[in-house]
């Protein structure tokens, strides 16, 4: 699968951890920055990793800030990114499963590595339900 992923300074950590893990597990990767923990606007990361999905460089993406709110945020304002902040292992599912989501956004200075990594396995994994969820879907734009 390739996926697409950024993170700012405050997402950095979790962002390599994420990276390498799924690069192990046989995904393509990649990776649009940041490049180290110096300071960086979240902002230009997420458009970054949002263009990714809407020229189909990639399936998924996945961006970590300090919360994952402004990741989630500036993804959302890209019509047909459908970014999802994940704190939880029932999000990550429902998410994919209703809402059909794209990205996930998960918050670097409060989910764990070994929580985030569930999360993303589950988003990752889930297919999207249809039906129903279809019609609601495409209502996002
Ligand atoms: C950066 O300090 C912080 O604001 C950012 O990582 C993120 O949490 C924004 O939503």
Redesign the pocket.
């Known amino acids: 699968m390739f996926i697409a992923i950024a993170?700012?300074?405050?997402?950095f950590a979790l962002k390599k951890h994420l990276a390498a893990l799924l690069e192990k597990e046989g995904h393509m990767v990649i990776d649009r920055g940041c490049p180290d923990e110096s300071?960086v606007d979240?902002p230009d990361l997420a458009a970054l990793v949002a263009q990714d999905i809407l020229v189909g460089n990639a399936e998924f993406g996945i961006l970590?800030?300090?919360?994952?709110?402004?990741?989630?945020?500036m993804a959302n304002r890209h019509p047909g990114v459908r970014a999802a902040l994940v704190h939880r292992d029932d999000y990550a599912k429902l998410a994919r499963e209703h809402n059909d989501a794209n990205v996930i956004c998960l918050?670097?200075?409060f989910v764990s590595k070994e929580d985030a990594e569930r999360f993303v396995k589950i988003f990752l994994s889930t297919p999207f339900e249809g039906g129903r969820h279809q019609r609601r879907v495409e209502k996002l734009g």
């Open positions: 993170s700012d300074h405050g997402g300071s979240y970590v800030c300090g919360t994952g709110i402004g990741m989630s945020i918050g670097g200075r």
